[in-house]
């Protein structure tokens, strides 16, 4: 079946702009998270969903960065007032459930903030 | 915190050798996973070992997992170029949400 989708696939954008970040789960997942890699680096954890709900937001950097889930399905981070460090691959995953389950990754959305 | 520590950083072979990355950890775990990154992009799953398994195997890839000293080993036999790319051990910690902790991964060359 298809496996986690993104959008857009790469997205470059001036300081001071917003940008949402879009995540299309694997269909019947219940599970969804977002993840952030800078160049060179591993993965930092942003925020997890069970379902619609955020029970675990502990990884958002500032509170210039949101998320959301609606229908148990897609999911969008927002990003505000970007700033150059905002630049990265943010990664979105999901699985069936969220305990000591695997979780399959999308390909990511490369971020570029000028 | 960092979770899981990948070593070496980097590694590079010929075609056909063994390679080995290690994994350690800080934390009680719930199972430790191995990706497989390539060009930076989207994650690839290879294998998962649960806290109760020491010992996993899938084609030419073995896991293990030593929990007393909180470290797993990931070997790729026979390597192949199309094996080069850069190599994750994620944790998910006990009583945790699910969410991984990656550690900086390790690089892996393989010369044909």
């Known amino acids: 079946g298809a496996g986690v989708s993104q959008s857009p696939s790469n997205k470059v954008t001036e300081k001071g702009k917003d940008v949402e970040l879009r995540c299309d789960p694997i269909?019947?997942?219940?599970?969804l998270y977002w993840y952030r890699q800078r160049l060179g680096q591993g993965l930092e954890f942003l925020i997890y969903?069970?379902?619609?709900?955020?029970?675990?937001k502990s990884g958002l950097p500032s509170d210039r960065f949101s998320a959301e889930r609606t229908g148990e399905s897609v999911s969008t981070l927002t990003i505000q007032r970007t700033q150059q460090e905002d630049s990265a691959v943010y990664l979105c995953?999901?699985?069936?459930?969220?305990?000591?389950?695997?979780?399959?990754f999308g390909p990511g959305t490369r971020l570029l903030v000028l | 915190s960092q979770q899981g520590e990948e070593d070496p950083q980097a590694l590079s072979i010929q075609e056909g050798e063994n390679a080995t990355m290690n994994c350690s950890y800080k934390?009680?775990?719930?199972?430790l996973q191995w990706y497989r990154q390539n060009s930076g992009r989207g994650l690839v799953h290879l294998i998962l070992?649960?806290?109760?398994?020491r010992e996993k195997h899938s084609g030419r890839l073995r896991v293990t997992l030593d929990t007393s000293k909180k470290s797993s080993s990931l070997l790729i036999t026979a390597s192949r170029a199309a094996d080069t790319a850069s190599y994750f051990c994620?944790?998910?910690?006990?009583?945790?949400?699910?969410?991984?902790?990656f550690g900086q991964g390790t690089t892996l060359q393989v010369k044909p």
């Open positions: 995953a999901s699985s069936r459930d969220q305990v000591q389950e695997t979780q399959y």
């Open positions: 269909s019947g997942h219940t599970a």
């Open positions: 969903f069970q379902g619609n709900s955020a029970p675990d």
């Open positions: 934390t009680s775990i719930n199972n």
């Open positions: 070992i649960r806290s109760n398994e």
């Open positions: 994620a944790t998910d910690e006990s009583g945790n949400t699910g969410k991984l902790i």
